[in-house]
Every structure is written in C-alpha cells, then in structure tokens.
C-alpha cells in the first residue's frame, strides 16, 4: 500500500535522449511536485500541480514538462538530456487546501546521464 | 519570491549531546514551517512542523520553535542517537489562500557520533 511510488528506480542513459519518469499517489491528494536533487542534497522544486493550475519553477528548462493524465498521476518528460540532468528527482504530493502542507515524497528516481 | 536560509550545513555531536538546527525565511506571508529528515539514500520524511499561531512544538526528542518577528525558526534534538544521523531539511510555504510552493533550506547534516 505504498502512498507515492515512482518508476523507474534507476534510469541510465545517454546525452541527447528522451525520457519519461512515472509518479502514481493512492492519498487521495489534490497537489503533485516533482523536485530535483543534486549530489549537494539539495532540493529544488521544479512543478507544483493540482486540476487546476501548473505552477513552475521559472528556472527549469523547457526541457522538461510535467504530464498528469488524471488526478493520481504526474508524470515527468525529460527531453535531449543533459549531463547536468544527472540527480535523483523525487515525486512528491500533498493535502492542499486541507490542514497542513506535510509533503509525501516517493522513494526517489536516480538519473545518470552519460 | 521565498528564500530560507539554513545553518549549520554541517553538524557533528556526539552521542546523547543536544542539536540545534537554525533556519530563516524572508517571506512575511509564510505560515507553515515543516522539518524533514532525510536518511541516505531515502525519500525525506516529515518529523515535526509548525504553523504560525504556534511558538513552540515537542514531540518526543525533537523540538521546534518560532519567531515570526525575526522570522526565523529552530529544530532542536536532545539526546541525540546515531540513528539521528540523516540530513534534515527546513523548509516555509503558505497554507491554503496563498499561491503555494514551498521553499526549502538547503539542509544539514547531522553526524552523531556512538
């Protein structure tokens, strides 16, 4: 019964591709994220998205883009990857419009651009 | 837009001292503080938060406060324990009303040496 899961857990592949990482949450949430973390552990939000509004982080490239087909599911294309596109990229949803804003984040996606 | 600022980057105590972990955010409106832990190679996990009508919260070992009129907010852990050892996380967001995406700190980490 996990609550955000990701797919894949790895992913390695090569400078110029085109991939998709897939995020499914069974909470019932309104609002999906997609973060990025680089080897310094920093977390860097990149889409904030609910039914209603996608909210970018105005520093992502446009390289990427979030896709949700319904309400339990966000996404993330990646295209012409990039070495610097190498980092573990977390999933992540949370109660919006409910009490708090605790976020539950997947267990995490490690891309290795070569 | 939020910018929070963390301290230490680095921590290391030894077992059973006290940590401090100190944070500051720039963004009056914010009113939600949560704190996560990040074990290596795991997803962040929220192990205490608070909200703006609140000064202080306990729960166990660790510890929060907040001060709105400096606007800066603490994470405290007595007896600490290696199981301790993690990177932890500040983060300020606005709960329902405002546009929301939160803003992290850019994290500590905490060695507890046995």
């Known amino acids: 019964d996990t609550a955000v899961s990701q797919t894949p857990k790895y992913l390695v592949t090569q400078m110029g591709n085109d991939k998709s990482i897939k995020c499914e949450q069974n909470?019932?949430?309104?609002?999906m994220y997609w973060y990025k973390q680089d080897s310094k552990k920093f977390l860097k939000i990149m889409f904030s998205y609910n039914n209603k509004e996608l909210i970018i982080n105005e520093t992502v490239p446009n390289r990427f883009s979030p896709k949700s087909p319904d309400k339990a599911h966000l996404n993330l294309h990646i295209n012409s990857l990039e070495l610097g596109d190498s980092a573990v990229y977390f999933c992540a949803s949370s109660p919006r419009g409910q009490g708090g804003h605790e976020q539950y984040f997947g267990p995490g996606t490690r891309l290795t651009v070569t | 837009g939020e910018n929070v600022e963390q301290h230490p980057s680095t921590l290391s105590v030894q077992e059973g001292d006290s940590a401090v972990i100190k944070c500051t955010y720039s963004?009056?409106?914010?009113?939600?503080f949560p704190w996560y832990k990040q074990e290596l190679g795991k997803r962040p996990q929220l192990i205490i938060d608070?909200?703006?009508?609140?000064g202080e919260k306990k729960d166990q070992r660790i510890a929060v406060t907040l001060n709105k009129t400096a606007k800066h907010f603490s994470l405290h852990i007595t007896e600490t324990q290696p199981e301790d050892s993690a990177v932890y996380f500040c983060?300020?967001?606005?709960?329902?009303?405002?546009?929301?995406?939160?803003?992290f700190g850019r994290g500590t980490s905490l060695i507890v040496h046995p």
């Open positions: 909470l019932g949430h309104d609002t």
């Open positions: 963004d009056s409106a914010s009113n939600y």
């Open positions: 608070i909200r703006s009508n609140v």
């Open positions: 983060a300020a967001s606005m709960l329902p009303g405002g546009s929301y995406i939160p803003t």
